[in-house]
C-alpha cells in the first residue's frame, strides 16, 4: 500500500526504506512478545503499519493501529512515555551505526479508505460516476 507521507517529493531513498522495514518488525516483535508493561498496552492488540525514516535517518516515524477497541490515545501515550527504553531494544537486534529517535503516530489510512468509500457509494456521487462515463 503506497504512501504519500515523504516529504521529499522524489519519495524515500532505499536506504529510508531499509531501515524504516527494519525498525517496524523490531518493533512489531516487542509489542507481540509483550516486553513493555504498561496498563495502557495490557490487553491491546498494536499493530505497527508503517515505519518512516527521516532522510538524515535520524528519526524514525512509527505508524500505529489499535484494535480491539482499546484507547487510542491512551495507548499512543503509553508508547511515547516507553519510546526511549523502546529505542534501546529496537537498536539491539539492529546494526545501525546511529539509534534513530522513535516517534508514534496514530495510523489513520484505514479511517480515510472508510471515508472514501463511504464517499462513492453516496447516490448523488454514483450518479455522476455512471453518467460521465457514458
Not at 97 to 112: I, Q
Request: hydrophobic share 35%.
Amino acid at each position: 500500500m503506497a504512501r504519500s507521507r515523504s516529504s521529499s517529493p522524489r519519495g524515500p531513498s532505499q536506504r529510508q526504506l531499509r531501515v524504516g522495514e527494519l525498525v517496524r518488525r523490531q518493533l512489531t516483535d516487542i509489542l507481540i512478545r509483550g516486553d513493555l508493561h504498561d496498563p495502557a498496552l495490557a490487553g491491546a492488540s498494536v499493530i505497527v503499519s508503517e515505519a518512516q525514516a527521516s532522510t538524515d535517518l535520524k528519526t524514525v516515524t512509527a505508524y500505529i493501529s489499535v484494535l480491539g477497541g482499546k484507547d487510542e490515545s491512551a495507548v499512543l501515550k503509553a508508547l511515547k512515555s516507553h519510546s526511549k527504553s523502546l529505542r534501546h531494544e529496537v537498536m539491539n537486534g539492529l546494526s545501525l551505526k546511529f539509534a534513530p529517535a522513535l516517534v508514534f503516530e496514530l495510523d489513520k489510512s484505514f479511517d480515510r479508505m472508510d471515508e472514501t468509500r463511504r464517499m462513492f457509494s453516496d447516490p448523488h456521487v454514483a450518479q455522476d460516476l455512471t453518467s460521465g462515463s457514458e
